[in-house]
């Protein structure tokens, strides 16, 4: 079974930073496009930041020059840190992987999610 499990979330002060990992475990062949997801109370879950497997990277404007996202592909995982935290962001944050594996269903698979909670 492919399984995703993010650590790192919490209660911060604004202007503060977390580190966010996600590890994936599983017979999985290749891991592709990997990325941070975030929802927020009322709102619909939105792309944080996307890596692909070589290290290209993309970001939503919100989070551009204070989150930087990062992956160990020996290792399996991704990374999310976030710098100068602002209460907006403030959510629930998902780990997603796009993974090619000759047991399990290929697509993409989600973690469970982390809370993230900015305090002014």
């Known amino acids: 079974q492919v399984r995703l499990v993010e650590s790192g979330g919490g209660l911060v002060q604004a202007g503060g930073s977390l580190r966010l990992s996600c590890t994936v475990s599983?017979?999985?062949?290749?891991?592709?496009?990997m990325a941070w997801y975030r929802q927020a109370p009322g709102k619909q879950r939105e792309l944080v930041a996307g890596?692909?497997?070589?290290?290209?990277?993309n970001y939503v404007d919100s989070v551009k020059g204070r989150f930087i996202i990062s992956r160990d592909n020996a290792n399996k995982m991704v990374y999310l840190q976030m710098n100068s935290l602002q209460t907006e962001d403030t959510a629930v944050y998902y780990c997603?992987?796009?993974?090619?594996?000759?047991?399990?269903?290929?697509?993409?698979?989600w973690g469970q999610g982390t809370q993230v909670t900015v305090s002014s």
């Open positions: 890596i692909t497997r070589s290290g290209t990277t």
């Open positions: 997603s992987a796009d993974v090619r594996s000759s047991y399990y269903r290929n697509g993409n698979y």
């Open positions: 599983g017979s999985i062949s290749v891991i592709n496009d």
